[in-house]
């Protein structure tokens, strides 16, 4: 049922709400060496970014942090500046309860199969006026 309501989507967004955290950080996940970690961070500074390093130990050995922020913005900004020259950098919460409450936003002309496959979802108006 939920698939069919999905489905009825034209558009769609998941956006996720870290309950209580007290800052973001920007990061590309773990290469498998260190050898791997450190070319990736050789064209991250030939492609213009700076302030980042190369994590040598604990579950992020040989991931490469690129920033911590108090907003989320801030980092989604970041992060998205570093995707865009090819790098796949991620967001993640710190802090806080360590839960997170997402959100579905999309956009549909059958609404009704939206709102029978999810009772709690909300309308809203968002033709352009």
């Known amino acids: 049922m939920a698939q069919a309501g999905l489905g009825a989507?034209?558009?769609a967004t998941i956006q996720e709400e870290a309950v209580g955290a007290t800052g973001y950080r920007v990061l590309l996940p773990p290469?498998?060496?260190?050898e791997?970690?450190?070319a990736t961070a050789d064209r991250?500074?030939?492609?213009g970014f700076q302030?980042?390093?190369v994590l040598r130990q604990g579950a992020e050995a040989n991931a490469i942090a690129l920033g911590s922020y108090r907003s989320r913005d801030t980092a989604e900004r970041r992060a998205t500046a570093l995707r865009a020259a090819g790098f796949p950098a991620e967001?993640?919460?710190q802090g806080g309860s360590g839960t997170s409450r997402w959100w579905l936003d999309g956009a549909t002309t059958d609404a009704a199969a939206v709102r029978s496959a999810f009772p709690a979802a909300?309308?809203?108006d968002c033709a352009p006026r």
């Open 9 to 11: 989507l034209l558009q």
């Open 31 to 34: 290469h498998p060496d260190r």
């Open 36 to 38: 791997q970690a450190q």
């Open 44 to 47: 991250i500074a030939a492609a």
């Open 51 to 53: 302030d980042f390093l």
């Open 91 to 93: 967001v993640r919460a």
């Open 122 to 124: 909300q309308d809203r």
